[in-house]
């Protein structure tokens, strides 16, 4: 329901803060207001080379994009604050200054410097680099596995111990669609075949349809003989990675990097409730644009 208020809900004044200092918006202003240019005639070259770009709504000035809405323009303290709160803030999950960038883009706001200021921005994050990634595995080759359309190719994996949360639960069972990078994810106080078996049925099945084919490693949880007959019964094709070349599930390992940096870095001081943020850090990653195609899990679930 929505509550639509005809008047104020609180009586205060209003102000709003104007800075006079010029900055990288002025002379844009300036020319789109009067007409006028810089003295520098390089600087005016280039004004008047970009200024169709933008536009003014309300004294404020608008960027054009090729398939976005109006971009606000944001001053450089505007655009500190608008870094520090995508990449701190509630829904935060201090994603890589590419993904930043490109978040504080879908928000709809603009800056020339925004991809080159949101890398600094996360090498500056003292938290970023504490649980930063470090890859410590020689390079290999990958054992690509193609899936054909949505949800018809899954791979699971377990992340941890973590610190023992409530229930007594202290490990991850993660499943990544290998088409649209959809990831599910649920606590697991141990690892079972009965588990792995439930998290199959409920949370991929009952949700997306059976797929043809489930990726997994040789944990034993994955090779007993009810998860097998399960499989075998709805029609599902089990693809066992080799131990010598784990490889082969690397969509899944890499998945899982992610959230572990992501449950490292937003969870830090969460301690034992880690297992009740899980879904914040799923959010955030199922919004994130994935490197591979360029394109977030989220949208490509609904297309």
């Known amino acids: 329901m929505r509550e639509v208020l005809n008047a104020p809900s609180i009586e205060k004044q209003e102000a709003m803060q104007i800075s006079k200092i010029e900055n990288w918006m002025t002379p844009y202003l300036r020319y789109l207001a009067d007409g006028s240019l810089p003295e520098d005639t390089e600087k005016a070259k280039q004004i008047k080379k970009t200024v169709g770009w933008y536009t003014v709504v309300d004294r404020r000035l ?8 109006y971009l606000r323009c944001l001053s450089p303290e505007e655009a500190d604050y608008a870094l520090g709160e995508v990449h701190l803030g509630i829904c935060g999950s201090h994603v890589g200054g590419k993904n930043l960038a490109f978040k504080i883009m879908r928000q709809g706001y603009y800056w020339p410097s925004m ?30 596995l193609q899936a054909p359309w949505p949800f018809a190719q899954w791979g699971l994996d377990i992340l941890g111990p973590f ?24 606590p697991l106080a141990k690892i079972t075949e009965h588990n792995a078996l439930e998290f199959l049925r409920q949370s991929i099945v009952c949700r997306f349809g059976v797929p043809e084919v489930v990726v997994t490693d040789n944990g034993t949880q994955f090779l007993g003989k009810r998860f097998t007959k399960y499989c075998t019964s709805l029609g599902i094709k089990l693809v066992h990675t080799s131990v010598a070349y784990p490889q082969a599930n690397g969509q899944v390992e890499v998945t899982n990097r992610t959230l572990l940096h992501g449950l490292k870095t937003k969870l830090e001081d969460a301690g034992g409730s880690w297992a009740d943020k899980l879904p914040s850090v799923l959010w955030s990653y199922r919004t994130t644009t994935e490197g591979t195609n360029a394109r977030r899990p989220w949208p490509m679930l609904r297309d």
């Open 62 to 69: 608008y960027r054009r994009g090729y398939s976005t809405t």
């Open 115 to 144: 991809k080159k200021d949101a890398l600094e921005f996360v090498k500056k994050c003292e938290i970023c680099q504490l649980y930063g990634n470090l890859h410590h595995q020689p390079s290999a080759d990958l054992k690509s």
């Open 163 to 186: 610190s023992i949360a409530t229930g007594q639960r202290k490990f991850i069972i993660a499943g990544i669609d290998y088409f649209t990078k959809w990831v599910e994810a649920a």
